[in-house]
């Protein structure tokens, strides 16, 4: 039985096989309408979400499948202190596949260790978001037509911003990614993913604070919110919150055939103004997340189906 805590989980043949499973889903989604039937995905979510968990739970129902779903760890029992090791003990036994979101980086881990069915991480704290790349990973495809030979821009909060962790650690697996870095001094991308992935995968790489310097090099620009939630100070929030927005006027220095991309929820980072720009792909970006979402419950539900895995 198998979990997906971080993309690394995935090898780069699977990362394919899940964007061609999305692709055909897509294409002719009556065949997968009932490929999930009888089956329990329950969401379990200690930490908002719009995007994430209710494209989870579309995913599953549009596979023919059922939801439970925890909204907010507030009204469940984690509130009296229950651990995160006997949530996903106790889910286990009402729910065939879990997603989980925790505030805490390692959660969706232990969550793993402890559950009979996979846990699917859907964001643990500042760590890592492996199913948001799989988003990024198809809306690349897609709109740009290949995953490798792309210099791609990742601007804002690189620091807390746990989707660029993970999108970085996809993309060091493609030929001839060249990565820029856009971020102010205090929210730089932290030293284990610059090291252990940029440096140690021998990635393309710079590191500046300036956008408008960047903007007309790059293939992709994946624009990030300043993680208000991950601050220990209001202040310093605040004085970097607007550190970048981008502007229809700025948008004009890029290449025409750039792409915007922007996990969401975006608070300032991107004008309004930008979004009927044919390069914003943002909102596409959360549908394709929908039928990645599909094609990993897919995956993961057959493989326990093979091994006949479920122990309780
Ligand atoms: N991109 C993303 O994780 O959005 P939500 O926080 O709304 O799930």
Redo the contacts with the bound molecule.
């Keep these: 039985m198998r979990s997906v805590i971080d993309i690394t989980d995935l090898s780069k043949e699977e990362l394919a096989s899940l964007m061609e499973t999305a692709n055909d889903i897509m294409k002719d989604p009556g065949k997968y309408a009932h490929a999930c039937a009888g089956r329990k995905l329950a969401t379990l979510f200690f930490?908002?979400?719009?995007?994430?968990?209710?494209?989870f739970e579309a995913a599953m129902y549009e596979l023919g499948g059922s939801v439970i779903s925890m909204t907010d760890g507030a009204t469940s029992s984690a509130a009296k202190g229950e651990s995160v090791s006997d949530t996903a003990k106790i889910v286990s036994c009402y729910a065939d596949i879990i997603a989980m979101?925790h505030p805490k980086e390692g959660a969706a881990l232990v969550a793993a260790n402890a559950a009979s069915v996979p846990v699917i991480n859907?964001?643990d704290g500042g760590h890592c978001?492996p199913t948001?790349t799989l988003?990024d990973l198809l809306t690349i495809s897609r709109e740009k037509g290949r995953l490798c030979d792309l210099t791609v821009g990742l601007c804002g909060d690189l620091k807390f911003g746990r989707?660029v962790h993970s999108l970085i650690n996809a993309l060091s697996r493609y030929e001839n990614i060249r990565l820029v870095l856009i971020s102010p001094e205090e929210l730089r991308l932290p030293d284990y993913v610059y090291n252990d992935v940029i440096v140690k995968n021998g990635m393309k790489c710079v590191q500046t604070p300036d956008l408008m310097w960047a903007l007309p090099q790059l293939d992709v620009l994946y624009m990030t919110r300043v993680q208000r939630e991950r601050f220990f100070n209001e202040e310093e929030y605040l004085r970097l919150k607007d550190s970048y927005i981008l502007t229809k006027e700025k948008l004009n220095h890029a290449r025409p055939d750039m792409i915007v991309m922007h996990?969401?929820?975006r608070v300032n980072e991107i004008s309004v103004s930008v979004d009927d720009d044919p390069r914003a792909c943002y909102f596409r970006q959360?549908l394709y997340?929908k039928y990645m979402r599909e094609a990993l419950i897919l995956m993961l539900l057959s493989e326990c189906e093979k091994n006949d895995a479920k122990t309780y």
Excluded: F, I
């Design positions: 930490e908002p979400s719009t995007r994430t968990r209710m494209s979101r859907a964001g978001h948001q988003a989707t996990p969401l929820p959360a997340g």
